[in-house]
């Protein structure tokens, strides 16, 4: 598990997915949107709003994208590639995230070569919304009493400090902001 990062908790193991797994949820999310349209497209048609798909195509793909993305992570906390792939979407401190997060998170992936921000540790959509994607396995509520890779806090002073990049880290971040690596408590 090169890229996978563990953190044990009482009540389970804290994963971080892939950057494989990333990039297969990515890839069955673009199948997922395009069923997202298929089905916004018979509806309207069904219902006699035929017009609303006349509009410029490239804006409508756009709204339908942001929309699935959306709709999906704010209610389930997953898209259809998170599904298949059994990851989901989580708050840096393991909770589910709220709709300002989500709202935030999916804004984000429309910033210009957004996709590419995965060469480094985290993608933007994550650092700038403060949430990860994790494996499926993971509690709402995370209490983090170890780590297995042993990535533990620094801390000087009441600051917080990780000791894998020296970032500086929330009280109360299972995190890192800058590497997204587990934090041990």
């Known amino acids: 598990m090169p ?18 797994r990333r990039f297969l949820n990515l890839i069955l999310d673009y199948v997922g949107a395009l069923i997202f349209a298929f089905v916004f497209g018979i509806s309207t048609a069904l219902i006699g709003l035929q017009k609303i798909i006349e509009i410029n195509k490239t804006l409508l793909g756009i709204i339908l994208i942001f929309l699935y993305y959306l ?22 401190d393991g909770s589910k995230p709220d709709f300002k997060h989500i709202l935030g998170r999916t804004v ?15 993608g ?17 509520k995370i209490t983090v ?6 990535v533990d ?15 500086s880290l929330d009280e ?10 587990p934090i041990a408590t």
């Open 3 to 20: 890229e996978e990062h563990s953190s044990k908790t009482g009540a389970g193991v804290l994963t971080l997915a892939t950057k494989g």
């Open 71 to 92: 709709i999906c992570e704010s209610l389930w906390q997953k898209t259809l590639g998170k599904l298949i792939t059994r990851t989901k979407v989580v708050m840096i």
């Open 108 to 122: 984000s992936r429309f910033i210009p070569f957004e996709a590419f921000s995965f060469l480094g540790q985290l």
């Open 124 to 140: 933007w959509h994550d650092k700038l919304s403060n949430t990860r994607v994790v494996m499926n396995n993971v509690p709402s």
């Open 145 to 150: 009493v170890s780590d297995i890779n042993n």
């Open 153 to 167: 806090v620094l801390t000087t002073s009441n600051k917080h400090f990780c000791s894998n990049c020296g970032g």
């Open 172 to 181: 109360n971040a299972k995190f890192c902001g800058l590497c997204g690596r």
